[in-house]
């Protein structure tokens, strides 16, 4: 550690806090104007994408889908009516749903 920086502390957190937290089970990134990167986070997330594509849209090596808006907006209504979370990583803020 260099002299004089600040220790940096992981918080402790309980299981009944872990539950409380936030996490999200899917992560968007827009890639440019026209395509837009969708991260699966949790296994919550990649058995929803699954059950619901024929053939499914993500591998279980990637966990990741490219996508255009039309279809992003649709995956993002379908995924909160089934209580999954999404977080949205956009250039100047981050966004939840």
């Not at 255009?68 to 999954?84: D, H």
Request: glycine share 4%.
């Amino acid at each position: 550690m260099i002299k004089g920086a600040a220790k940096v502390h992981e918080p402790a957190v309980s299981d009944e806090q872990a539950e409380t937290l936030w996490w999200p089970d899917f992560r968007v990134v827009a890639l440019d104007n026209a395509r837009w990167q969708v991260k699966l986070l949790s296994a919550k997330a990649c058995d929803w994408v699954r059950r619901r594509t024929e053939p499914p849209l993500a591998s279980d090596a990637g966990k990741l889908m490219i996508t255009e808006l039309a279809s992003l907006n649709l995956l993002i209504c379908s995924a909160r009516e089934s209580g999954l979370k999404i977080e949205y990583v956009g250039p100047h803020q981050v966004v939840r749903f």
